[in-house]
């Protein structure tokens, strides 16, 4: 696996590759990597001649007050999982290189209409950072597909928006969300818990899927079941910011004839902000 921090080098490597016909995939991250990314590397290996994957701490997506600073950094161990996965390039670029002109007001990339609503709410400036540094990785990878994973859905869907608006000729490839044995979706920040809020944490996914329940069982009055979980959340001893029933494909607010769901929450429980979602599919 060759490991890559130039722009120029990274472009060579994969120009190199689409000489030979060969189709590369991108599988952009922050590092501290667990079974959910490389369950990504091995969906790229999949779909895909070459993988790389790049790793890389945004700041741009992260505001005042969150967890920039802490964030863990474990390429070493990083390193040995991509290996492992499969991985032929790994892109670890420096901010200078991602934002040559300074990463503060520099240029960003928005998509308002799926960027202001839901975690948009309560991290204003997030998304705009995450459009503006995969369109950078995109750019500089020029790979023929992308794959991000379900657990993160807003930003899913916000990604195809962006590249279909802006003619982007890379393909948007979804991985299933991957869970610890007791449900919980795994996440980087789920080493912020404590023993006994781990122990807690998995209640978000039931109470996700006795929403998904009540409308299997016929129940449309959307807010009460969105209310009902909220109560069920704090009762647990977590602070929800939101549980919202989305249509799956646009998130906006279903309407009397939507088929296609989408349950997503966000709750904060001790230091770790978890977030998770689920399919709907009525009959």
């Not at 990083?78 to 300074?102: C, E, I, S, W």
Request: glycine share 8%.
């Amino acid at each position: 696996m060759k490991t890559l921090r130039g722009v120029q080098s990274m472009r060579r490597v994969v120009a190199g590759w689409h000489d030979l016909g060969a189709r590369v995939a991108l599988v952009p991250t922050m590092g501290n990597l667990h079974e959910g990314h490389a369950s990504l590397m091995r969906l790229a290996r999949r779909r895909a001649d070459r993988v790389v994957a790049s790793i890389f701490v945004n700041p741009t997506q992260f505001g005042p007050g969150e967890d920039f600073a802490a964030y863990p950094r474990t390429l070493a161990a990083d390193r040995h999982t991509l290996r492992a996965a499969g991985v032929d390039a790994l892109f670890v670029p420096t901010v200078r290189a991602m934002y040559p002109g300074g990463h503060d007001g520099g240029t960003l990339v928005s998509v308002p209409a799926l960027s202001r609503q839901l975690c948009g709410v309560y991290r204003p400036v997030h998304f705009d950072g995450v459009a503006s540094v995969v369109l950078r990785l995109l750019n500089i990878v020029a790979p023929d597909l992308a794959v991000f994973g379900e657990k993160d859905y807003q930003q899913l869907v916000l990604l195809r928006r962006m590249v279909s608006d802006l003619h982007v000729p890379v393909g948007i490839v979804a991985g299933p969300t991957v869970r610890e044995p007791d449900g919980l979706a795994m996440s980087s920040r789920n080493g912020y818990l404590t023993a006994g809020e781990r122990r807690i944490a998995p209640l978000l996914l039931r109470t996700l899927r006795e929403c998904r329940m009540g409308l299997l069982a016929g129940e449309r009055d959307f807010r009460a079941l969105e209310r009902r979980a909220l109560r069920r959340l704090k009762q647990a001893g977590l602070r929800p910011e939101y549980v919202e029933i989305r249509e799956a494909g646009t998130l906006q607010a279903p309407s009397a004839r939507a088929r296609r769901l989408r349950i997503l929450a966000a709750a904060w429980l001790g230091r770790a902000r978890l977030i998770d979602n689920i399919a709907v599919n009525l009959p």
